[in-house]
């Protein structure tokens, strides 16, 4: 009989614990990042920083995959001192490539991660700042957890998006 009242309060006040769960909300941080009008504009310029960098690599490709080319038409017919040279050459180009590769990314790391560090850091702020307003009881970051269902009005995403726009205004829009 004991066990059996014990079971019946467990049941009822675990049944009352959704009723008292009150408001919770997400914000997808990364879709916030790439929409909110600084975020472009961050993004386009670390895109427009890029292009040389990667045009370089591109250049750099394309002259070992020549050299490739080169040694397999010339493996029969060329002197073993030729064949040396196009080698050296191939291999000295590889390192090249590889070299500015791992520096490229390096930087592009580094520059993401400034880029996103303080924007993400402000979309945290605002999305904090909103969910007190608006007496959430608390709010995830989407994607940091997994979620199988994500009502549309506990989405904040959207709403976060605006404050910040309003907030931090990029020059020249």
């Known amino acids: 009989?004991?066990?059996l009242?014990?079971?019946i309060i467990l049941i009822l006040v675990l049944s009352a614990?959704?009723?008292t769960a009150g408001k919770i909300g997400f914000v997808d941080a990364e879709r916030?990042?790439?929409e909110?009008?600084?975020g472009k504009a961050r993004l386009a310029e670390l895109q427009a920083w890029q292009a040389p960098h990667q045009q370089r690599l591109d250049?750099?490709?394309d002259q070992v995959l020549a050299l490739r080319d080169q040694l397999a038409a010339q493996q029969g017919t060329a002197s073993p001192e030729a064949i040396a040279e196009i080698e050296k050459n191939q291999i000295a180009v590889v390192r090249e490539f590889e070299d500015v590769r791992r520096v490229y990314e390096r930087e592009l790391d580094a520059k993401k991660n400034e880029v996103l560090?303080?924007?993400a850091k402000k979309i945290g702020n605002i999305g904090s700042e909103y969910a007190k307003a608006n007496e959430y009881d608390v709010v995830f970051i989407l994607g940091a957890q997994p979620v199988i269902y994500l009502a549309e009005s506990a989405d904040l995403t959207d709403e976060v998006i605006e404050i910040y726009n309003k907030r931090f205004p990029v020059a020249g829009q």
Request: avoid cysteine.
């Open 1 to 3: 009989m004991r066990r």
């Open 5 to 7: 009242t014990l079971a």
């Open 17 to 19: 614990v959704p009723a």
């Open 32 to 34: 916030a990042v790439a």
């Open 36 to 38: 909110v009008d600084e």
């Open 59 to 61: 250049r750099l490709r």
């Open 117 to 119: 560090a303080d924007i």
